[in-house]
């Protein structure tokens, strides 16, 4: 891939090959960040295990201290009290078949769907268009629930999912360059260490291979991963 001279310039300042600990990586983020606009902070694992078996999956939410920077629109699809409920929680949107209709119409303008397991025969028709996109509700990941209250109010407040790719990779973002070095070091240590948390019962050797750090524009900053091991304990 060709790259710009600007970046080229930039990626000088990370010593190639070096694992770098958070506190130093945070700094290396501010330093290699080139763009006028507010840049998210990107965290990205590769993990040693197998993707194609089930009992190594590695799926799962956790919460960012300090949410991700970004507001998160919700669509609850629910009815009755569950539907108060949902809006009383803070909820964008709440409805139920009005809204199955228009993602049948290709409507996916919403950040998380929540649903309540009796929505799910009609919404698991809507698999082809929202799966591609990370949108369908799952009970693993908090979003088919009764508990819509706090389903809602955990999402706002900064709830993240994670799952691992065919080429058993996670990438999630974890926040702005607007933070302060606190806050982003805070949010990457609670990813870091639910990453760790997760480890698969049946995985062997080495779980995690390569951890790194970057801006939206920014070059990829290799992070110590014994350092990153530690946050699961």
Same mark, same amino acid.
């Given at each position: 891939?060709?790259? =710009? &001279?600007?970046?080229?310039?930039?990626? @000088?300042?990370i010593?190639r090959? &070096?694992?770098?600990?958070?506190?130093?990586?945070?700094?290396?983020?501010?330093?290699?960040?080139?763009? $006028?606009?507010?840049?998210?902070?990107?965290?990205?694992?590769?993990l %040693?295990?197998?993707?194609?078996?089930?009992?190594?999956?590695?799926?799962?939410? #956790?919460?960012?201290?300090?949410?991700?920077?970004?507001k998160?629109?919700?669509?609850?699809?629910?009815?009755?009290?569950?539907?108060?409920?949902? @809006?009383?929680?803070?909820a964008?949107?709440? !409805? =139920?078949? @009005?809204?199955?209709?228009?993602?049948? !119409?290709?409507?996916?303008?919403?950040?998380?769907i929540i649903?309540?397991?009796d929505?799910?025969?009609?919404v698991g028709?809507?698999?082809?268009?929202?799966?591609?996109?990370k949108?369908?509700?799952?009970?693993?990941?908090?979003? *088919?629930?009764?508990?819509?209250? &706090?389903?809602?109010k955990?999402?706002?407040?900064?709830?993240?999912?994670?799952?691992?790719?065919?080429?058993?990779?996670?990438?999630?973002g *974890?926040?702005?360059? =607007?933070?302060t070095? @606190?806050?982003?070091?805070?949010?990457?240590?609670?990813?870091?260490?639910?990453?760790?948390?997760?480890?698969p019962?049946?995985? $062997? %050797?080495?779980?995690?291979?390569?951890?790194?750090?970057?801006?939206?524009?920014?070059?990829?900053?290799?992070?110590? #991963?014994?350092?990153? #091991?530690?946050?699961?304990r």
């Amino acid at each position: 891939m060709k790259r =710009s &001279r600007s970046y080229k310039e930039h990626a @000088e300042k990370i010593e190639r090959g &070096r694992p770098n600990t958070l506190e130093d990586a945070v700094k290396l983020l501010r330093e290699t960040a080139r763009a $006028k606009f507010d840049e998210s902070v990107e965290a990205t694992v590769r993990l %040693g295990v197998d993707p194609r078996k089930a009992d190594q999956m590695v799926r799962g939410t #956790t919460v960012l201290p300090h949410g991700t920077g970004k507001k998160v629109r919700v669509l609850v699809l629910a009815k009755g009290d569950k539907a108060k409920e949902a @809006e009383e929680a803070g909820a964008d949107m709440v !409805g =139920s078949e @009005e809204y199955i209709e228009k993602i049948q !119409g290709g409507w996916t303008d919403v950040d998380t769907i929540i649903a309540t397991p009796d929505m799910m025969g009609q919404v698991g028709k809507l698999g082809k268009i929202l799966g591609p996109k990370k949108l369908m509700p799952n009970p693993k990941s908090g979003t *088919v629930t009764m508990d819509i209250e &706090r389903a809602v109010k955990a999402t706002k407040a900064g709830k993240i999912e994670y799952r691992l790719d065919k080429t058993a990779n996670i990438q999630v973002g *974890v926040g702005k360059l =607007s933070f302060t070095d @606190e806050q982003i070091l805070e949010n990457l240590r609670a990813f870091f260490g639910a990453i760790m948390r997760a480890k698969p019962a049946t995985a $062997k %050797g080495t779980y995690l291979k390569n951890a790194s750090v970057c801006s939206t524009m920014g070059p990829g900053i290799k992070l110590d #991963t014994n350092e990153i #091991t530690t946050l699961g304990r």
